[in-house]
């Protein structure tokens, strides 16, 4: 996971959006790697609309 | 999984900073701005200083980023106004010594600040929390240099420790600027 530009700024701004957050997959990932992932969507989720 | 110093970190006081930003306006008549950015992550603010003589009598923070960022924003926004420029470089010095985990002097109260300090355990944020006031002390500097007079070190009961100063420059090297 990454966050931020990407190094891709004029796309953010064609987005209209500031950052980003950007999953990706690689060959090592597991079910557990996406798991956590969603652990922590759900935990920011929590903390950003409570 | 644990977020337990993620709850920390994003306690009620920073987000509610994050969600109603103080002094979130532009100024109708300032002497100074400064811009300050993390194009790495996207974050940015600009400051709007109004004087009166040695001391900040009207500021507006205008930012754009994330909730540490825009956080550390409104605290500035609330803490600064009314200092001296020696002051509110010595609180910006302060607040990164915080975050650096260093000990900090006992007569400078950090505010809600504190509760910012949680950004320690988060490294690569350091830079979200420092760059509003990163971006004061270039204010400060230009302002100085702007031709007021009131150059540093010339005024008397001025308690601001230069080297502090240096080292929060150095600082902004490590986040990225």
């Given amino acids: ?50 | 999984m644990s977020f337990g110093s993620l709850d920390s970190l994003y306690r009620e006081v920073v987000l509610d900073h994050h969600r109603h930003p103080r002094k979130n306006r532009p100024l109708g008549d300032y002497d100074v701005q400064a811009s300050g950015k993390n194009p790495s992550c996207g974050d940015e603010v600009t400051l709007q200083l109004k004087f009166a003589g040695d001391r900040i009598a009207d500021i507006g923070v205008i930012s754009h980023g994330c909730a540490i960022s825009t956080s550390s924003g409104s605290m500035l926004a609330d803490l600064a106004d009314g200092l001296t420029l020696g002051e509110a470089e010595k609180l910006a010095a302060v607040f990164r010594r915080a975050l650096r985990g260093e000990e900090t002097p006992a007569e400078v109260d950090l505010g809600d600040l504190e509760a910012l300090t949680g950004v320690r355990k988060f490294p690569v944020r350091i830079k979200c929390a420092l760059l509003p006031w990163v971006t004061l002390l270039d204010a400060v500097l230009s302002h100085r240099r702007g031709g007021d007079g009131s150059l540093p070190g010339s005024k008397a009961g001025d308690d601001q420790p230069e080297e502090l100063v240096v080292q929060l420059k150095d600082g902004a090297d490590e986040s990225e600027r």
Avoid: E, N
């Fill in chain 1, 1 to 50: 996971v990454r966050a931020g530009h990407h190094c891709a700024q004029p796309l953010h701004r064609l987005l209209g959006v500031l950052a980003t957050c950007r999953a990706s997959f690689g060959i090592y990932s597991s079910a557990r790697d996406v798991q956590a992932l969603v652990d922590g969507i759900r935990a920011a989720r929590k903390v950003f609309l409570r």
